[in-house]
């Protein structure tokens, strides 16, 4: 089986598995919306007095939250298809000639060499470069291909889970008695909980996502530190990928090749070392 056609068989695999978690966030997602444009809330408000443009860009932002939510979900994460020879040979070749770098490691699923900083994901079956978490919000794996869209995205849904929030807020008003209230507001108050949650749920991933990026960590070697081989025998507190946090923050933004993470390993090796 060819590369081209085994990478077609894991985004298969990736879109079998998570069918059920993607189904389940498309219908909240719109469910709270219709829920919100159908009470007296402000979106209600501006339609009934022809103030279009207020609706309008909410729902073009609840669309684009969907779409950035398939699109992360979907994508390959960067899933190792070839040892690290032929896939990259400057990263065989760093870990052959550079006795600082650790020699590299053989997967004992996929039986693939890695290359430095990948990771076998037990819930997608196959190694991820650069590998940070396998999130069951999007029945993927978050790696090096699709880190910075999964941030994106958690930046557009937290713009839109706020909106949401203050939205739901504005379609509550004083009713005579409170079982009467709560007949009438019942969804709406469904609706405020199920955002709030999320919001503050969102915040925090996102908050700890850019910090990891701006010192090019990953979830996986910030929480596991002490099983990662090539971080053994560095300091606690030093990082051998880190050039500074506006250089972390331009390399995961802007640059789209894959990285030879052995290449950096041994430039900054040294000062990082115990």
């Not at 390399?251 to 290449?263: D, G, I, P, T």
Request: hydrophobic share 45%; glycine share 6%; aromatic share 12%.
């Amino acid at each position: 089986m060819g590369a081209g056609s085994e990478e077609e068989e894991m985004v298969r695999s990736v879109f079998r598995s998570g069918l059920w978690v993607r189904a389940a966030h498309t219908v909240l997602s719109w469910s709270i919306t219709l829920v919100l444009f159908l009470h007296d809330t402000d979106l209600r408000r501006c339609e009934e007095r022809d103030e279009l443009l207020l609706p309008v860009v909410f729902f073009l932002l609840v669309v684009l939250s969907v779409l950035l939510y398939f699109a992360v979900s979907l994508m390959d994460p960067g899933f190792v298809l070839k040892d690290a020879a032929q896939a990259l040979p400057e990263e065989s070749e760093q870990m052959i000639t550079d006795s600082s770098v650790p020699r590299g490691r053989r997967c004992g699923y996929c039986f693939l060499l890695q290359p430095m900083r990948a990771r076998h994901c037990a819930s997608c079956g196959h190694c991820v470069r650069r590998f940070d978490h396998h999130c069951p919000w999007i029945g993927n794996c978050v790696g090096e291909r699709n880190h910075r869209v999964f941030v994106l995205y958690l930046c557009v849904q937290l713009l839109t889970l706020l909106w949401a929030t203050h939205i739901a807020l504005s379609g509550f008003s004083p009713v005579a008695s409170w079982e009467r209230w709560f007949k009438v507001h019942v969804f709406l108050l469904g609706a405020l909980l199920v955002v709030g949650v999320m919001s503050l749920v969102t915040l925090a991933l996102l908050g700890c996502h850019l910090y990891l990026a701006s010192t090019n960590c990953t979830t996986w070697e910030f929480m596991s530190r002490h099983r990662v081989s090539y971080l053994k025998n560095v300091s606690d507190d030093g990082n051998p990928f880190d050039r500074g946090a506006l250089c972390n923050l331009w390399a995961f933004f802007c640059l789209c090749r894959a990285q030879v993470w052995e290449k950096v390993y041994v430039k900054n090796f040294a000062k990082n070392s115990v």
